[in-house]
């Protein structure tokens, strides 16, 4: 539905009333996340290319640093208790920003994939099974014991081209007349 895609970043509806650019999806880049600047924690953290998984300690490496710390006879709870507030400020901070600004940006990301998928599909579309797209005006609902039912009212065919300059999709109606969903 509409609402869930528009304050992604990159996705823009009504783009262009010359060209009748229903919505247009830019092709956005993920962004890494940020750099550790505790070399001291690198060794004991794990972190993952995508803003939906928080950064996770290797406890077994770290069990096993402590032990080799505690066999010199040198301060290990000490050394864990440094990790740990580095682990946390990390978290917290540079990560938790980057995440909550790269989350939308995937999100964004995903969109664009999937409807890039559904062009490709239409393109090499056979005539025996063939695929349409269709974006649908106004919202039936039915409601019963067993069932929740959201149906569009009207429908519009719609195409899906890609901007060669920006790669951006555009998502335009077709030359065909809407089509009223009651039956």
């Known amino acids: 539905f509409e609402d869930d895609l528009a304050d992604l970043p990159g996705i823009r509806f009504n783009a262009d009333e010359a060209s009748q650019t229903w919505l247009e999806i830019s092709r956005l880049q993920p962004t890494p996340p940020p750099i550790l600047e505790n070399q001291e ?57 980057w995440a909550a600004d790269e989350a939308p940006r995937r999100r964004t990301i995903q969109v664009y994939d999937k409807l890039f998928s559904v062009q490709r599909a239409i393109e090499v579309d056979s005539a025996a099974d063939p695929i349409e797209l269709v974006w649908g ?15 569009p009212l009207i429908i519009q065919a719609v195409e899906i081209e890609i901007d060669e300059e920006s790669l951006s999709l555009l998502i335009r109606p077709r030359n065909v007349e809407p089509q009223v969903e009651l039956t």
């Open 41 to 97: 924690l690198a060794p004991f953290l794990h972190v993952q290319n995508t803003p939906f998984q928080t950064p996770t300690l290797d406890e077994t490496a770290l069990s096993e640093a402590l032990e080799e710390i505690r066999n010199r006879d040198e301060d290990a709870d000490g050394f864990s208790a440094g990790i740990q507030v580095a682990f946390e400020r990390f978290v917290n901070g540079p990560w938790s920003r």
């Open 137 to 151: 005006i106004g919202i039936g609902l039915l409601r019963t014991a067993d069932h929740h039912l959201q149906y």
